[in-house]
């Protein structure tokens, strides 16, 4: 049943082919068409000694990849999972569908579709970005380097790519919450953006400081268990020798899966209380 | 005789206001059932609730024997239903084939395109879709998965006489051929005369009345006499026994044979006659007299 109803959302979704398109596919098109343009930059500009400096893989790839989550990805994914989430009140369509499917199954199938994309984009991003520096460092005539271990490698690019897509996953948990409970396409917008305006200004009211027994503002402000959870996961060292103590990792962790349950599992509880009259 | 939806003291309220008031009913498996009532009688909440759409305040409802919100193979559509505007008619029907987790029989969505008159414009977007095609695509929708029962809110709403005839024949199709059971709502008390086969009229949430429509029409006397006067409250009034007043006419039950005395006495009281004609009782007579002649819709 599940995997008919995200079929199903997956059908609907990419026929909608401007917002699928906005949502998921032009912030990595953009990343590509920046680094090609900043590439030519620097081709033409700088001396060709400074463009024969060698390229680490390693760090390009881990750097395009925990970059791939940023402000203009979180702000057009949010139209994706408005659309999922919303346009069902929006066209009046659950009375058509709910008689037939479970609540649950249905709420599930555009988490997950999100989900799915929302990790698409991830990857499209990181890989077009780092290809590009590959295919740059190629034409300049730079030796390629990959000055990482595999282990540290794998264990950092993991660990950006699911903090980039965890990024993403939070602003379309709070689409969702805020889909359900306004029943509005605009709503389901504008109030996760003031959310993230809010939950920016928080973060830098309240900053992390380093020692300090501050395990609760990395639990409770999005940006900072991002952040530290980020460094932990990768396992970067904080000082040299030194890494992120595990209660602050997984204060952080804890942290990311809080403010994931409180935008899905508040939009599917309210959901299926819901009367759905009026969509 | 199996019951396919019931009520049972269901009481729907939206603040003060009780859409569905301590209503017992049940639905008759095989046949088309129809559902009528003036506005706000409460037609589409009870649906609504069947559907699993919307909760009860108190009360019980069943669908096929289990609560309702359980995911069955029962198609429905509820007023004029709307789409993604994105999607064409295929579309639309792959969609919430998929959707509502069917595996669909090879052919089965070009069928129903064709069965409500959708195939030429099966790949058209359903934005530039006409109410009426929009009710007809809904109506395939509602028989996607082949379902044993269909609940329909006003089929016919925004189609034209020809598509009113085709819709009423599909019903009745699907009754009669197919087996399966269709519950339905309408305004239109002429379409439900001619296909339901039982109804149920509601009135301020509650039931008014219900049985076959033979039985009701027969139950609601047969010929009467009708007499377009000026001052129907009046002359019910000076008739007595046997007159209803309506707001532009007067019925009155009584034999052929008594019916020129009548008129001669009305006219020697000074009451002008616009118009006497027998009529035959009909659904709308019973309507009228069970919801005190109020707005079928």
């Known amino acids: 049943m599940l995997a008919d109803a995200i079929a199903a959302e997956n059908l609907r979704l990419t026929r909608n082919r401007a917002t699928f398109f906005w949502a998921f596919l032009f912030v990595p098109l953009l990343a590509l068409v920046a680094e090609i343009v900043g590439r030519a930059f620097m081709h033409a500009e700088l001396p060709a000694e400074l463009r024969v400096l060698p390229v680490d893989m390693a760090d390009q790839l881990v750097k395009a990849f925990g970059e791939a989550g940023g402000a203009m990805t979180v702000l057009l994914s949010?139209?994706?999972?408005?659309v999922l989430f919303a346009g069902d009140y929006r066209w009046e369509t659950w009375r058509l569908v709910t008689p037939r499917a479970s609540r649950t199954s249905l709420f599930l199938a555009k988490a997950t579709t999100f989900a799915g994309w929302a990790l698409v984009t991830v990857i499209l991003i990181g890989t077009l970005d780092a290809m590009v520096a590959w295919i740059g460092g190629l034409m300049d005539g730079s030796r390629m380097t990959f000055e990482m271990e595999a282990g540290a490698f794998v264990r950092q690019l993991l660990a950006v790519t699911l903090v980039s897509w965890v990024q993403l996953l939070f602003a379309g948990g709070l689409v969702a919450l805020a889909a359900t409970a306004t029943r509005s396409m605009i709503a389901a917008i504008m109030v996760p953006i003031g959310a993230f305006i809010g939950l920016f200004l928080l973060q830098n009211r309240y900053p992390v400081v380093e020692g300090a027994e501050e395990g609760w503002k990395i639990l409770l402000i999005p940006g900072h268990a991002l952040d530290y959870g980020r460094v932990y996961l990768a396992g970067i060292e904080t000082l040299p020798g030194q890494t992120l103590a595990a209660s602050v990792g997984l204060a952080a962790m804890a942290g990311m899966l809080i403010w994931l349950l409180i935008g899905f599992g508040g939009g599917l509880a309210i959901f299926l209380r819901q009367d759905l009259s009026k969509e | 005789m199996t019951a396919i939806l019931t009520t049972l003291n269901l009481t729907k309220a939206y603040g003060s206001?009780?859409?569905?008031?301590?209503?017992?009913?049940?639905?008759?498996?095989?046949?088309?059932?129809?559902?009528?009532?003036?506005?706000?009688?409460?037609?589409?909440?009870?649906?609504?609730?069947?559907?699993?759409?919307?909760?009860?305040?108190?009360?019980?409802?069943?669908?096929?024997?289990?609560?309702?919100?359980?995911?069955?193979?029962?198609?429905?559509?509820?007023?004029?239903?709307?789409?993604?505007?994105?999607?064409?008619?295929?579309?639309?029907?792959?969609?919430?084939?998929?959707?509502?987790?069917?595996?669909?029989?090879?052919?089965e969505i070009d069928g129903l395109l064709d069965r409500v008159g959708l195939t030429e414009a099966s790949q058209r977007k359903v934005r530039g879709f006409s109410v009426g095609m929009h009710q007809r695509l809904g109506v395939a929708a509602a028989l996607l998965g082949r379902p044993s029962m269909v609940i329909l809110d006003e089929p016919t709403s925004g189609m034209d006489p020809n598509g009113i005839n085709e819709m009423r024949a599909l019903i009745r199709a699907l009754a009669d051929q197919d087996g399966v059971s269709i519950v339905l709502a309408s305004h239109q008390l002429v379409e439900v005369q001619k296909v339901c086969d039982r109804v149920a009229i509601l009135n301020r949430g509650r039931l008014a009345a219900e049985g076959k429509v033979?039985?009701?029409?027969?139950?609601?006397?047969?010929?009467?006499?009708?007499?377009?006067?000026?001052?129907?409250?009046?002359?019910?009034?000076?008739?007595?026994?046997?007159?209803?007043?309506?707001?532009?006419?007067?019925?009155?039950?009584?034999?052929?044979?008594?019916?020129?005395?009548?008129?001669?006495?009305?006219?020697?009281?000074g009451i002008d006659i616009f118009e006497a004609r027998w009529v035959g009782a009909d659904l709308e007579a019973v309507f009228m007299q069970e919801t005190g002649g109020q707005d079928a819709r």
């Open chain 2, 17 to 107: 206001v009780r859409a569905l008031d301590a209503l017992t009913l049940a639905v008759p498996e095989g046949g088309v059932y129809g559902v009528l009532g003036p506005n706000g009688s409460g037609k589409s909440t009870l649906f609504r609730t069947w559907l699993g759409l919307i909760r009860p305040t108190s009360g019980e409802a069943t669908v096929l024997g289990g609560p309702p919100g359980t995911p069955r193979r029962i198609g429905s559509m509820i007023e004029t239903p709307r789409f993604p505007p994105f999607l064409t008619a295929r579309g639309v029907l792959e969609w919430l084939s998929l959707e509502s987790g069917l595996k669909g029989e090879a052919g």
């Open chain 2, 214 to 269: 033979a039985d009701l029409i027969g139950d609601a006397g047969g010929e009467r006499l009708r007499l377009q006067v000026a001052e129907t409250a009046r002359v019910a009034a000076l008739i007595g026994a046997g007159a209803e007043a309506q707001p532009d006419a007067v019925l009155v039950s009584l034999t052929r044979a008594d019916a020129p005395a009548l008129i001669r006495r009305l006219a020697g009281e």
């Open chain 1, 78 to 82: 949010l139209a994706g999972a408005a």
